[in-house]
């Protein structure tokens, strides 16, 4: 087992459904409709998504499926790897009830440099470098309100910050592992 890298784990988190669609598609190909049924989404942010996931190598459209209108689509094998994940990141949130719309941009990628061993707010920051500084801060607030990092004041002078994985967290680094 290994953890996805963190080029990955950006590319996962780039758009909210993207999750959402690999894991629909996992297992076998679908239709554009039964993807809008699973997922829940309007048409436009669906075709988006897809293209995007198209762009990045791990979705295709079926070459060889019917009528134009009504594509079919399908997983590439990098896209297969990443739809396991994908279902395990989905079955990981619903255990722990966090609706989609409560992950942020930056709640995975987080998980995943704290799994890393970065614990320092400036070391979070350098390690998310599209991430501004505000981005950061708000992450760490929202996974910190999810229970999925704790926070911990160290006595000093100055006093210092860490941020690590809690229980929760674990659980999300775990399923960001790939067999």
């Given at each position: ?121 400036s070391g979070i920051e350098r390690a998310l470098p ?26 000093g002078f100055p006093p ?20």
């Amino acid at each position: 087992m290994s953890i996805l890298s963190l080029s990955t784990v950006l590319a996962l988190s780039r758009y909210r459904w993207t999750i959402a669609i690999l894991a629909a598609l996992s297992g076998r190909g679908a239709r554009f409709v039964e993807i809008l049924n699973r997922v829940g989404l309007s048409r436009d942010s669906l075709s988006r998504a897809l293209e995007q996931l198209i762009d990045a190598g791990w979705v295709i459209r079926n070459p060889g499926h019917g009528h134009p209108l009504r594509p079919e689509y399908l997983l590439t094998e990098s896209g297969q790897a990443l739809a396991q994940v994908a279902s395990a990141i989905l079955k990981t949130q619903n255990r722990l009830e966090i609706p989609v719309k409560d992950m942020t941009r930056w709640t995975l990628p987080l998980v995943h440099v704290l799994a890393a061993g970065q614990t320092r707010f400036s070391g979070i920051e350098r390690a998310l470098p599209k991430a501004s500084p505000r981005a950061v801060s708000l992450s760490l607030k929202a996974t910190t309100a999810q229970r999925l990092v704790q926070r911990k004041v160290l006595d000093g002078f100055p006093p210092t910050t860490e941020y690590l994985l809690a229980k929760n967290g674990k659980y999300f680094a775990e399923a960001l592992e790939i067999a």
